[in-house]
């Protein structure tokens, strides 16, 4: 039988940091995804599937190896670099003498499909189920068959009403090298988040309900990861304080003895510590990354500081440790010292780690439509918008500030004296017993462990943050910011296109099919659209335009 070769490639900037010997935090899940998904065979053809990251594997070539289909998944930071792969593969023949055809998906090109088409064949918009793989790929075999020229979005309608994901494969994890990773084992286990903050993709890509993977499905995945530290990559891990997917996890996990971290709301754990936090410690859990944000403002998710202070506390007395992720400009009214303000509290709650990053209006968020609406955008640098530049106007930070004052509160927060506050902090805590946490007894040990490999974390991250602060010069940043707006993003939010395109209500109303999809209104009926899932049946697929535009 004749085959059809399928790359699926993450790619990086064009515009790297010297990375050295570092490893890059964790694999893909999205091509591990795609690649189990792929069918053994499609329109008599053998598909075979292979998979590569240029944060580990270095640049892809696509002259070299020649696929009969390249797809691309991209988040914003990289897409100047995935429209280069794109453009490079439109001019290249594959092993067969045909020309490569082009997939693109990802948040980056679900958020900004009329940008995506220009470059790729094929635009995959959203959560992508095997029902929507397939119909990808058996549209670019027609054209590959056919020598077709035809461009097309491909969307998924999930029913939103559900509680689990649509089934999919287990991950295929055998294409990478764990060695390349410092957290090589990764799970998810839901999408969704309820919290809809402006500044973040998350809840318009995959709704404001919690959908878990089914649990027979799940169970099988968690038996077959190694014995090591897995990190859960879900959206939150924890949307609502009773937990009932989060404890129905955690029994999984501690049958299979793997230990884990992840990410979830502080205010949901809050409201149900007592039950939530022992049965995470029992259940194998190392850490916890708790997105703080502010400390001036006031969120949907956010709860008061000394609750926070309280929590991270009884987390650290069950042996746990804790990273706190702040935003800063969330707020009109922070101003220049809101850097070193964050930093002292932050040293003060002892956290273990911190993260700060700078609110960047992503595309798919609500802040990054209304920054275009509203000429907020002062940088159209695509590499820029990684959460380390300012690429937008702030009330009273200039960007100058915004930039220095990032690398400012690494440099604090990991310097010798704030880890040595921090962990003596913890260590004074520890003797003296808690009053909050009265079962945190039996975790002692457990707690002196994490207390050591924290300090020796601390100490090894103080000369990574020196170094971060080091590298942050502000006339290199600013000799790489791109003023001139992106044409084909103004094109996508002009005259006649929809408003509220990344809400999350309304995403939710489209999903439930009480109001009509606006794919089509941001296209602007220049591109065919291919939807699955309607009411459960195949896909459904619109007439091509009469001609498509000229390029």
Not at 256 to 273: K, M, Q, S, Y
Not at 463 to 483: F, L
Not at 488 to 516: H, I, K, N, T, W
């Amino acid at each position: 039988m004749a085959k059809i070769i399928i790359d699926y490639v993450i790619p990086d900037r064009i515009v790297r940091e010297e990375m050295g010997n570092r490893k890059m935090p964790l694999p893909p899940m999205s091509i591990s995804l795609l690649r189990a998904m792929t069918p053994p065979s499609l329109r008599g053809y053998d598909l075979i599937a292979r998979c590569h990251d240029e944060h580990t594997m270095g640049p892809y070539d696509v002259r070299a190896q020649k696929p009969d289909i390249v797809a691309v998944s991209a988040l914003t930071t990289a897409a100047r670099r995935a429209y280069a792969i794109l453009t490079e593969a439109r001019e290249t023949l594959s092993w067969q003498s045909r020309r490569v055809r082009s997939l693109i998906g990802g948040i980056h090109a679900t958020a900004l499909p009329l940008e995506a088409i220009h470059y790729a064949d094929g635009v995959v918009r959203g959560e992508t189920p095997p029902v929507l793989l397939e119909a990808a790929l058996e549209w670019c075999i027609e054209q590959i068959e056919e020598d077709g020229s035809e461009r097309r979005v491909f969307e998924h309608a999930p029913n939103a009403r559900m509680e689990t994901l649509e089934r999919r494969p287990i991950p295929d994890r055998s294409w990478y090298d764990p060695k390349r990773y410092l957290l090589p084992n990764t799970l998810q286990t839901s999408v969704g988040c309820p919290f809809d903050c402006s500044f973040c993709s998350v809840t318009y890509e995959y709704g404001m309900k919690q959908r878990h993977t089914d649990y027979e499905d799940l169970e099988k995945e968690i038996a077959q990861l190694p014995r090591r530290l897995t990190a859960i990559i879900d959206d939150n891990f924890l949307p609502n304080p009773r937990g009932e997917h989060a404890k129905r996890v955690c029994q999984m996990l501690r049958h299979h003895r793997i230990p884990w971290v992840t990410e979830l709301t502080a205010l949901t754990l809050f409201r149900n510590w007592r039950e939530l936090v022992p049965l995470f410690s029992r259940s194998c859990c190392v850490g916890i990354y708790m997105g703080i944000e502010s400390i001036t403002a006031k969120l949907a998710k956010s709860t008061s500081l000394q609750n926070y202070i309280d929590l991270i506390r009884c987390i650290h007395d069950h042996g746990m440790g804790v990273l706190g992720a702040f935003v800063f400009g969330v707020h009109d009214n922070e101003g220049p010292g809101v850097f070193e303000e964050t930093v002292e509290w932050a040293r003060k709650a002892k956290l273990d780690y911190a993260q700060f990053s700078i609110n960047t209006p992503e595309p798919g968020a609500r802040d990054y439509e209304h920054a275009v609406r509203n000429n907020l955008i002062t940088d159209w640098n695509w590499e820029h918008y990684d959460a380390e530049h300012p690429v937008r106007r702030f009330a009273n930070i200039t960007q100058e500030q915004m930039y220095q004052g990032l690398r400012n509160a690494y440099k604090w927060f990991y310097g010798p004296s704030s880890l040595k506050e921090r962990m003596l902090g913890q260590f004074s805590d520890f003797l003296k017993g808690s009053s909050m946490c009265e079962d945190s007894s039996e975790f002692w040990w457990k707690r002196l462990k994490t207390m050591a490999l924290h300090t020796s974390v601390g100490l090894y991250l103080r000369g990574t943050a020196n170094g971060y602060s080091r590298r942050g010069n502000v006339e290199a940043y600013q000799a790489g910011i791109d003023p001139e707006p992106n044409p084909l993003v103004l094109e996508q939010f002009g005259p006649g296109s929809p408003e509220g395109q990344y809400d999350a209500r309304a995403r939710m109303r489209e999903l439930r099919g009480e109001l009509s999809r606006r794919t089509a209104q941001i296209l602007k009926g220049r591109f065919p659209l291919t939807i699955t899932g309607l009411q459960g049946q195949g896909p459904a697929i619109s007439p091509s335009p009469s001609a498509l535009p000229s390029e």
